[in-house]
């Protein structure tokens, strides 16, 4: 089956530092990976998508990378603050298929 | 309205009993999910509308699982008998449909916690 793995262990950094989050995919590559944000008691948000020909996609201080050689995205926040503090969720989509694989998130806790 | 909406947002009952729960999509969104999340899991896939049918319902764990959506607008999830383990929060999202598209965003809504006691 196809499977998205993330870390598990919460992820600590300094305010204003970059975050750096890793989804690891297996078997075949994905058509593409979604990137979401959710909070505690709320549904997840949308923030990046990129498709398995790109190789990064940008969005203002986001910032995400797709590396089919090494299975894995990277999903990058510059200058974090205290507000980017939430779990983040990676999803693959295969192409003709519209339900998403989620990985089970990474919880990212920026520090003051 | 603004959003995807469910109702309602929690909801206890005991093992065995029968249990509806309401997912309201973006106006016009074609598409229609739902997804169950357990503690510190991502999102599970269950079943997949496209319109009035259910386009791909391979995640429903067993038979006291079913969905409706009968007008191509607002869903209804079922469980029937229900178990200690249902227990979890349900996910409703929504998506337009494109074309050939298969990159749709999905906009979820707050979800309902449902526990079984």
């Known amino acids: 089956s196809q499977k998205i793995e993330q870390n598990s262990e919460a992820l600590n950094i300094q305010e204003g530092k970059t975050a750096t989050l890793t989804c690891n995919y297996t078997?075949?590559?994905?058509?593409?990976l979604q990137w979401y944000r959710q909070d505690p008691g709320r549904g997840p948000v949308f923030l990046l998508l990129?498709?398995?020909?790109?190789k990064e996609k940008r969005k203002e201080r986001l910032k995400v990378t797709f590396d089919t050689t090494l299975k894995q995205s990277l999903f990058h926040i510059t200058a974090s603050q205290p507000a980017d503090s939430a779990t983040y969720l990676c999803?693959?989509?295969?192409?003709?298929?519209?339900?998403?694989?989620f990985g089970s998130g990474t919880r990212l806790q920026v520090q003051p | 309205g603004a959003g995807v909406s469910q109702t309602p947002s929690n909801k206890v009952t005991e093992k065995g009993k029968y249990v509806e729960l309401r997912c309201d999509p973006i106006?016009?969104?074609?598409?229609l999910y739902w997804y169950r999340q357990s503690l510190g899991q991502g999102p599970e896939f269950l079943i997949y509308?496209?319109?009035?049918?259910?386009?791909?319902d391979s995640g429903l764990p067993n038979d006291r699982f079913f969905a409706v959506r009968p007008e191509g607008s607002v869903s209804t999830l079922k469980i029937q008998r229900t178990e200690r383990g249902d227990s979890a929060v349900y996910l409703c999202?929504?998506?337009?449909?494109?074309?050939?598209?298969?990159?749709?965003?999905?906009?979820f809504g707050p979800g309902t916690r449902l526990t079984v006691l």
């Open positions: 078997n075949y590559s994905p058509a593409y």
């Open positions: 990129i498709r398995e020909n790109e």
């Open positions: 106006s016009g969104h074609t598409a």
């Open positions: 999803a693959r989509g295969p192409t003709g298929r519209r339900a998403l694989t």
């Open positions: 509308f496209q319109g009035t049918g259910a386009a791909d």
């Open positions: 999202a929504s998506s337009s449909s494109v074309a050939g598209g298969t990159y749709n965003e999905q906009f």
